[in-house]
C-alpha cells in the first residue's frame, strides 16, 4: 500500500498483513563515509584498503547508517498520524549494504493490539525488511510501535 501524503492513518486504518512500500534509496558513499566517520568509525567503513581484508571484501555502509536510511523511508512510506514512535525493536543485519546499493523498504503489519487500559492507542508490530536492488535483506527489524486511535 502506498499512502498518498495526506492521507495520515491511525491504528483503526490498520489491519493484519497489510503492506506499505517505501521509494528505493541510493547509498549515497560520500554520505556513507561521512557517517561513518561520525558515528561508526572502523576501518571496514572507513578504508578502502582495510576493508578488503575485513570480512566484507570491501568497504560496507555502517549498520547504523543503513538503519537511518531505513528510518527515513519507513517515515514516508508509512504514514501513521502519531509518527512513528517506536516502544520496542528486533534488529539484525544478515548482509552487508555498500556504496552505491539501492535500498527499498517493505513493512508489512503483523500485530495490532488495542490497548485495554488506554483505550485511545494500541501497539502494533511490524516487519520491516531493508532489500538492496539484487533482493538481499540487508536489515531486518521487527519493531513494536505506539499508535493511536482516531480521535473522536
Known amino acids: ?12 486504518d ?12 541510493h547509498v549515497e558513499p560520500a554520505a556513507m563515509l561521512a557517517f561513518a566517520q561520525d558515528y561508526d568509525p572502523q576501518p571496514f567503513h572507513l578504508d578502502s584498503e582495510r576493508a ?3 570480512v566484507f571484501g ?6 547504523w547508517h543503513t538503519a537511518a536510511l531505513t528510518m ?6 508509512v504514514p501513521l498520524a502519531s509518527g512513528i514512535i517506536g516502544l520496542d525493536i528486533q534488529l539484525s543485519w544478515p548482509s552487508p549494504c555498500y556504496p552505491d546499493d539501492v535500498l527499498q523498504v517493505t513493512s508489512t503489519v503483523q500485530a495490532i493490539e488495542p490497548s485495554s487500559s488506554r483505550p485511545d492507542r494500541g501497539v502494533v508490530t511490524m516487519l520491516m525488511e531493508t532489500r538492496k536492488q539484487d533482493g538481499k535483506v540487508v536489515q531486518r ?7 493511536f486511535r482516531r480521535p473522536v
Open 1 to 12: 500500500m502506498t499512502a498518498s501524503p495526506q492521507e495520515k492513518l491511525y491504528l483503526d
Open 141 to 147: 527489524a521487527t519493531g513494536k510501535l505506539l499508535v
Open 58 to 63: 570491501k568497504l560496507a555502509a555502517s549498520g
Open 72 to 77: 527515513k523511508q519507513l517515515v514516508a512510506s
Open 14 to 25: 490498520l489491519s493484519l498483513g497489510q503492506v506499505f512500500q517505501s521509494d528505493s534509496v
Open 52 to 54: 578488503e581484508e575485513s
